[in-house]
């Protein structure tokens, strides 16, 4: 029943190492984002995928690389991971990319990366 | 200064009290105003929604809108336990594919 699902829900693991997080929905929705959300809770959009085509690209490190096999799966796979890594990443889904007030983002329930 | 502004809180207020919760934002071209809501460990969920000016009621909510001011609310009446969690205000441009979230306020209603 789950409509945004990701998995693991957590990661724990040490600096260098490279890591991936994957997340799946069945809305049928044509949009999946990844959002950080740090530890004072401000929630981000790092990437924005519309019909596996990728819309929004914000400034992101490089070791961060998203991608979607087909509009009903959106994976981030992280390179080299860093202490400012740690925090929650969400993955969400959408409708419709340009009406998000009626069309609204479908969160899942995050990934807490932790690197040490 | 970011665009979106939240005082994170904490607030804590008893059951049954009014409560009040605000962003200011900075860029004029935001015209859709959102209100989710994050309960721990779980992924923000959409409350409400309003366009442009204006206030908008769903039950005990209430979203009021001050486009002059750059000024939005959320009011909870007869707030319960089981409206605390995290509340962040998320606005965007009109076609503008993503949206510019607060840093949430923290809300505690105490039985």
């Known amino acids: 029943d789950t409509a945004v699902s990701q998995t693991p829900k957590y990661l724990v693991t040490q600096m260098g190492n490279d890591k991936s997080i994957k997340c799946e929905q069945n809305?049928?929705?044509?949009?999946m984002y990844w959002y950080k959300q740090d530890s004072k809770k401000f929630l981000k959009i790092m990437f924005s995928?519309?019909?596996?085509?990728?819309?929004i690209n914000e400034t992101v490190p490089n070791r961060f690389s998203p991608k979607s096999p087909d509009k009903a799966h959106l994976n981030l796979h992280i390179n080299s991971l860093e202490l400012g890594d740690s925090a929650v990443y969400f993955c969400?889904?959408?409708?419709?990319?340009?009406?998000?007030?009626?069309?609204?983002?479908?969160f899942g329930n995050g990934t807490r990366l932790t690197v040490t | 200064q970011k665009e979106v502004e939240q005082d994170p809180g904490p607030l804590s207020v008893p059951e049954g009290a009014i409560v009040s919760l605000n962003c200011t934002y900075s860029?004029?071209?935001?015209?859709?105003f959102m209100w989710y809501r994050q309960y721990s460990r779980k992924g923000p969920e959409l409350l409400m929604y309003?366009?442009?000016?204006g206030n908008k009621e769903d039950g005990r909510f209430t979203a009021q809108v001050d486009k002059s001011s750059k000024y939005i609310s959320l009011f909870i009446r007869d707030s319960q336990p089981s409206d605390s969690a995290t509340y962040l205000c998320?606005?965007?441009?009109?076609?503008?594919?993503?949206?510019?979230f607060g840093q949430g306020t923290r809300l505690t209603i105490n039985p």
């Open positions: 969400a889904s959408s409708q419709n990319p340009a009406s998000l007030y009626n069309s609204p983002l479908h």
């Open positions: 809305l049928g929705h044509d949009t």
């Open positions: 995928y519309n019909n596996k085509e990728l819309i």
């Open positions: 860029n004029s071209a935001f015209q859709y």
């Open positions: 309003t366009y442009s000016s």
């Open positions: 998320a606005m965007s441009a009109r076609g503008a594919q993503k949206l510019v």
